[in-house]
């Protein structure tokens, strides 16, 4: 699967984005589509996921009640829509494919077998 994330860009705290993910080629209904944010000088952190089958949804903490992931089939689009924006949420965020997805090691990056490009998005205080 082939991803391309797009999106990204400046926002002011409070204020919002929201990020697209497309996938070209098929995605099983055992996978999940997730979103990962990597800060200047830190590790790649896990945002959010949601799996192609039964759209559950899943969320760090960091996120949670701000971030909301969503996914169009007919599109093969996730999105990641992002209010409240803080300056910590500056990152280059990466959308990421797991083909056999099991909740349990959705923080770990290193099981996703598929990466998007990365978008920039920096929130200025």
């Known amino acids: 699967v082939q991803l391309q994330a797009s999106g990204g860009g400046l926002v002011q705290a409070g204020g919002f984005l929201r990020l697209s993910c497309t996938a070209s080629?098929?995605?099983?209904?055992?996978?999940?589509l997730a979103w990962f944010r990597q800060a200047p000088g830190k590790e790649r952190q896990f945002v959010s996921a949601i799996t192609w089958g039964t759209s559950s949804t899943y969320y760090a903490d960091s996120v949670k009640d701000r971030f909301t992931i969503s996914r169009d089939n007919a599109q093969n689009t996730v999105y990641l829509q992002m209010n409240s924006l803080k300056p910590e949420d500056t990152a280059v965020y990466y959308c990421?494919?797991?083909?056999?997805?099991?909740?349990?090691?959705?923080?770990?990056?290193?099981?996703?077998?598929?990466w998007g490009q990365g978008t920039l998005v920096t929130v200025s205080s």
């Open positions: 990421a494919a797991d083909r056999n997805f099991d909740p349990r090691t959705r923080y770990n990056w290193k099981v996703y077998n598929d």
């Open positions: 080629g098929r995605i099983f209904s055992r996978s999940a």
